[in-house]
């Protein structure tokens, strides 16, 4: 079936460093999203994402946060600075007609802050 | 967060037996979406609903139509691969652009 892909799988940075994680969305999908599933916790909203502008965000989705696809190309969350709260399994999903009309969410990408 | 309450947080099985999940909403919901998590975090699309049930194999999910105030998940003849995590997450009508997880339930099948 359709498939997101997320690089890398697990990304280690230093605490104040930039981090961009990268999404491969499905082909011909309109919306994307970034959840955020910190261990042993539910998964939470982000930031949702269509036609090159963000719709929503949720109060997690801090300024120092930011989403863009440029040309089409990888759907990407950069984090700049990076604080030890940001440790988390960072999902990506996207939906092709209708915003949450069937995600598919990719495998997720473990951020480890030191 | 708390518009979502799943139930139970864990669940196990022995292989043959039949279970339900369900996840109430405190407020009304516009479609509710039901995903299995695995061992490696993937999470796998189960189902859509945006009223009624739906049935693929011994999965079977269904969304009151009513009050759209919960969503129920029947596993019949639980399977060991059955095993994961299972969450809801649902749409609510005031805000059709964020999608509200429950906390999950985590199901173990065994022999």
């Known amino acids: 079936g359709p498939k997101v892909l997320q690089i890398p799988s697990h990304q280690i940075i230093d605490m104040g460093q930039m981090v961009t994680l990268n999404c491969d969305p499905v082909s011909n999908h309109l919306y994307f999203y970034w959840y955020k599933q910190i261990l042993g916790q539910q998964m939470e909203f982000l930031v949702n994402?269509?036609?090159?502008?963000?719709?929503?965000k949720s109060k997690l989705f801090k300024d120092q946060f930011s989403v863009e696809r440029p040309d089409g190309s990888y759907f990407t969350l950069k984090i700049q600075p990076t604080a030890l709260e940001d440790s988390a399994v960072y999902f990506c999903?996207?939906?092709?007609?209708?915003?949450?009309?069937?995600?598919?969410f990719g495998h997720g990408t473990k951020l480890s802050v030191l | 967060g708390d518009q979502v309450e799943q139930s139970p947080s864990a669940l196990s099985l022995h292989e043959g037996t039949d279970s339900a999940l369900r996840c109430n909403f405190t407020?009304?919901?516009?479609?509710v979406q039901w995903f299995r998590q695995n061992s490696r975090g993937s999470l796998i699309s189960l189902f859509y609903l945006a009223s009624g049930t739906k049935e693929n194999g011994r999965l079977k999910s269904a969304f009151d139509s009513k009050e759209r105030r919960y969503s129920t998940l029947h596993i019949r003849d639980a399977q060991l691969e059955d095993s994961g995590t299972y969450f809801c997450?649902?749409?609510?009508?005031?805000?059709?652009?964020?999608?509200?997880f429950g906390s999950g339930t985590k199901l173990t099948v065994e022999p």
């Open positions: 997450a649902a749409e609510a009508r005031s805000n059709y652009n964020v999608l509200y």
């Open positions: 994402f269509y036609n090159g502008k963000v719709m929503e």
């Open positions: 407020t009304t919901m516009r479609s």
């Open positions: 999903a996207s939906s092709p007609d209708r915003a949450n009309e069937r995600l598919f």
